[in-house]
C-alpha cells in the first residue's frame, strides 16, 4: 500500500468528488467533523482518536493511521496509549479470526458428518 501513499499528492483527488458528487461530499464532511468536534461529545477527543487509530489498524487504512495517530497525539495521547490502541484493534482481528474460524467449522458441515459416524 505504500507505493501508493502519497499524503500531499493524494488530496489532490478530492477534486474528484468535488466535480461528481459535491452534495454527498459536503455531507461527509459534515458528518466526520461533528463526530471529531473537539468539544460536545460525551467521550472526549483523544479516546475518539485512539479508537478512529484502532478502526483504522482494523481494516488496514494507512489513510486514516496517518491521520488518526497525528490527531490522537495532539489530542493528548501518549505512545503507551497508541501502542495500547494498536494491542486492542490486533486483539479484535485475531478475535475475529477466531470467531470466523468456528463459523467455518459451523458452514463445512463436519459436526453433521461425524454426528452420522458416531451413530453407524
Not at 60 to 79: E, L, N, P
Not at 100 to 109: C, D, I, N, V, W
Request: proline share 2%; charged share 25%; aromatic share 10%.
Amino acid at each position: 500500500m505504500s507505493d501508493f501513499f502519497d499524503r500531499e499528492g493524494d488530496r489532490a483527488y478530492t477534486r474528484d468528488y468535488k466535480e461528481t458528487t459535491p452534495d454527498v461530499l459536503a455531507a461527509f464532511t459534515a458528518f466526520n467533523d461533528s463526530v471529531f468536534a473537539p468539544e460536545g461529545r460525551e467521550i472526549p477527543l483523544k479516546f475518539r482518536e485512539l479508537i478512529a487509530l484502532a478502526v483504522g489498524i482494523t481494516t488496514q487504512c494507512t489513510y486514516c493511521i496517518d491521520a488518526h495517530s497525528q490527531a490522537a497525539v495532539r489530542a493528548g495521547a501518549s505512545k503507551t496509549e497508541l501502542a495500547e490502541a494498536a494491542w486492542v484493534a490486533t486483539a479484535i482481528r485475531a478475535g475475529g479470526g477466531f470467531a470466523h474460524g468456528r463459523l467455518g467449522f459451523k458452514l463445512s458441515g463436519i459436526h453433521e458428518a461425524e454426528s452420522v459416524h458416531a451413530h453407524v
